[in-house]
């Protein structure tokens, strides 16, 4: 079974950029669609980006189309998150996780709360100051 081990957050101003990191242990990590899920403050959970296992297919939540990235890294074992131009309304404990399976299968519901996910990470706390 992968093990998430995210990083990567930290305090950042307005219109800046962060990077947040997945790195995946204890499995093959080419076979798992990975995905970027969110939760704020006393709000539920919502999926952020997912991708393929080979990277390439991706989607985004419409909450971050045009700014965030997803991408990964098959031989570092790790899934990124490039957040560019945020908002205050990004901040966030931003989650990895993994889920082995055929893009053609998971897509559909990757960007739900749950994406349908098998194994999660601790989360990494993202902060946007206005």
């Known amino acids: 079974q992968v093990q998430l081990v995210e990083s990567g957050g930290g305090l950042v101003q307005a219109g800046g950029s962060l990077r947040l990191s997945c790195a995946a242990s204890g499995s093959i990590f080419s076979r798992n669609v990975m995905g970027w899920y969110r939760q704020a403050p006393e709000k539920e959970r919502e999926g952020v980006s997912c991708?393929?296992?080979?990277?390439?297919?991706?989607k985004y939540a419409d909450s971050v189309k045009g700014r965030f990235t997803i991408s990964r890294d098959n031989a570092k074992n790790t899934v990124y998150l490039q957040m560019d131009s945020l908002k205050p309304e990004d901040t966030a404990v931003y989650y990895c996780?993994?889920?082995?399976?055929?893009?053609?299968?998971?897509?559909?519901?990757?960007?739900?709360?749950?994406?349908?996910?098998?194994?999660w990470g601790k989360g990494t706390l993202v902060t946007v100051s206005s």
């Open positions: 996780a993994a889920k082995t399976g055929l893009w053609f299968f998971a897509q559909a519901m990757c960007l739900t709360p749950s994406g349908g996910m098998n194994v």
């Open positions: 991708i393929s296992s080979d990277g390439g297919n991706t």
